[in-house]
């Protein structure tokens, strides 16, 4: 906790990363709870929201060995974002597209979460690497318990604003996490602090670049050995 303290480039990152395993699993829960909703048999509906979790778990090792965590992450969750905000518009059209939709949603939801369970280990070096795992998930525990709550935001039968809600919810994940996040490059985990503030991310705005204190002492404690070292070399 001390070492996390000393960095906000880690503290940063934690936050995000606690922020994406609310939405992902705010979303999650939220699809489960409508499925009774869906038209059609329910137990039908049901077996078909547990074959797209299955096909979310294979599919999940396919993309990420092939794209890395972060850039799968980001454009899974951006397309199941989009398709989940549109789903209570084909209603008007027709309420078989809806239960597609859904299910496409809560394959996007099951591949996210897998990729978030693998990817907030690889953000933290060892010493902080367990405690920043445990509040990321306690972080999804508090989305599962208000996905309710959204579910019935929009009122009795209506899923325009949970929709909505949750679907600006998981693009505003997405852009924390692609401008915040760095892209994993390699298998092995960071070690020490300094091989995880290591990992930089592509994409870097301006005003939101933090100055860590730690290297900052650093830098003045070599600019002083640098000064001592020429003061010596004078004298001799």
């Not at 939801?109 to 933290?124: A, G, K």
């Not at 309710?148 to 600006?168: D, Q, R």
């Amino acid at each position: 906790m001390r070492e996390m303290l000393k960095h906000p480039s880690l503290i940063w990152r934690l936050v995000v990363i606690t922020s994406g395993w609310a939405v992902v699993n705010v979303m999650y829960y939220a699809i489960a709870l409508n499925t009774n909703n869906l038209t059609g048999d329910r137990f039908l509906n049901m077996l078909y929201g547990g074959i797209a979790e299955i096909v979310g778990v294979l599919l999940y090792f396919f993309v990420v060995s092939k794209w890395g965590c972060r850039d799968c992450y980001c454009a899974i969750l951006c397309i199941g974002a989009v398709v989940l905000a549109v789903t209570p518009l084909f209603a008007l059209w027709n309420p078989v597209v809806v239960t597609i939709s859904t299910m496409f949603c809560k394959l996007c939801t099951s591949i996210c979460f897998n990729i978030i369970f693998v990817y907030t280990p690889q953000l933290f070096p060892t010493c902080i690497r367990n405690f920043a795992t445990g509040i990321s998930s306690a972080g999804g525990r508090i989305g599962s318990i208000i996905s309710p709550f959204v579910m019935h935001a929009g009122g009795s039968g209506s899923s325009v604003v949970p929709s909505i809600a949750v679907a600006v919810a998981a693009l505003g994940s997405t852009t924390a996490v692609l401008f915040r996040l760095p892209a994993i490059q390699t298998e092995n985990l960071p070690q020490t602090v300094d091989e995880a503030l290591a990992m930089k991310s592509v994409f870097s705005i301006p005003c939101f670049k933090i100055r860590d204190v730690t290297n900052a002492v650093i830098t003045n404690d070599e600019q002083n050995d640098q000064d001592n070292q020429r003061f010596l070399t004078a004298r001799i």
